[in-house]
């Protein structure tokens, strides 16, 4: 008897981590557990007063409830523009900007793009999962490149050349780094540009987390040339607390950009008027405003590092983002297994470094998208289980 079964795509992928360990969070919630989640990427406070006004405002307006353009509205793309010209000194013309729904949507659509079924896409172990999965959705080869703590987390370009680059038409890179807030330099930025030129492979460079605790905000379009052969993903999710609106940048060379729009004009059918508005008014927020969030985050991760050094794991002080990354001691099996002991016992969820790849497995991190409060009390709760194990 013929079997109805997903398409062979979809078996070569599991459900994404958090879909499934928030489901088991929800229902120890039920239940009353009341866990602390430190695990998830999520910003906990509002966007700035004038987005939100914004928001309200134009939505009560008559015209604005209908579809709109595919590449956004004007408005919006010089926006993006303008603020790359004022936090990284990049030039963007408005045609050289694709406003996305989040910047994950835009790595299936940059892979869509560029990506027949056997092409190879080179993607960084320990990276961000997507990544990985898109590719395989794609029936593309994935290729890892290794990240390692003891080369600063940054790419070995020898060892790269040693691989057969013969298929590769992609590379992700992602700085700040997800998930070991590695910073970026214009060293390394020059390298991956030069890489990408050398042997024709587009350089996809994901950048959601310079502004949070980051002095100097980069982007990998700043190296002379870099849009003849680099695409840059930018978000407001982590940035301008924004995660819910889905609000995502696409830069690139115009020809790239118009290729990717093919893909994405044939899936969605743009965002709501009134958010692309108070986009605009986000992307004027003023310096005060992020340095007020990176007051916030500074005290956050003060406390985040602590429960690190209560675990016994060591950290680089100097990483940047969203999260605080930390390598095991050595007699912890493994980070799979220590994150079900504190979800269980201490009622406290942290990210195990192993669902971004192996060279992760001997890492946790914690997320700065709970408040302070929140953070003590995960304290607390893990210091009184480890006094009673």
């Not at 504190?342 to 709970?370: D, Y």
Request: glycine share 6%; aromatic share 10%; with cysteine.
């Amino acid at each position: 008897m013929k079997m109805i079964e997903p398409a062979a795509h979809i078996k070569s992928i599991e459900e994404y981590y958090f879909s499934v360990k928030l489901a088991e969070v929800a229902r120890m919630n039920a239940e009353g557990k009341n866990v602390i989640s430190l695990a998830v990427g999520a910003p906990d406070r509002m966007p700035s007063q004038e987005t939100i006004d914004m928001l309200c405002d134009t939505a009560r307006l008559p015209d604005v409830h209908a579809y709109q353009p595919y590449t956004g509205i004007p408005e919006l793309r010089k926006a993006y523009a303008d603020w790359y010209k004022r936090i990284y000194d990049v030039t963007l013309t408005p045609a050289e900007v694709l406003p996305l729904i989040g910047s994950k949507e835009g790595i299936l659509h940059v892979s869509m793009t560029f990506l027949n079924f056997g092409d190879a896409v080179l993607v960084p172990n320990p990276g961000y999962p997507t990544y990985r999965s898109v590719s395989q959705l794609l029936r593309a080869e994935v290729m890892e490149y290794d990240l390692l703590e003891e080369k600063g987390w940054e790419p070995d370009f020898e060892a790269l050349e040693k691989k057969d680059l013969s298929r590769v038409k992609l590379m992700w890179v992602n700085y700040p780094n997800m998930p070991t807030g590695a910073n970026a330099t214009i060293e390394l930025f020059e390298k991956l540009v030069a890489f990408g030129k050398k042997h024709q492979i587009v350089i996809c460079h994901d950048n959601p987390y310079s502004f949070i605790l980051n002095d100097h905000p980069m982007s990998i379009l700043s190296v002379p040339g870099a849009k003849e052969i680099c695409i840059e993903l930018n978000s407001l999710s982590k940035s301008h607390n924004m995660s819910g609106w889905r609000m995502g940048i696409l830069a690139s060379n115009t020809q790239f950009v118009q290729w990717v729009l093919k893909a994405k004009s044939n899936i969605d059918s743009g965002q709501f008027k009134p958010m692309q508005l108070a986009t605009v008014a986000a992307l004027s927020n003023s310096d005060e405003w992020h340095a007020g969030m990176n007051r916030v985050y500074r005290e956050r991760r003060d406390w985040a590092e602590k429960i690190m050094q209560l675990l016994g794991c060591s950290f680089d002080p100097r990483q940047v983002g969203l999260f605080v990354w930390g390598k095991l001691p050595t007699e912890v099996s493994g980070s799979e297994k220590i994150v079900n002991d504190l979800l269980e016992k201490a009622r406290v969820f942290l990210t195990p470094g192993f669902i971004f790849g192996s060279n992760g497995e001997r890492f946790i991190r914690i997320s700065l998208g709970a408040s302070v409060e929140k953070i003590q009390e995960a304290y607390r709760r893990i210091e009184e289980y480890l006094g009673n194990s």
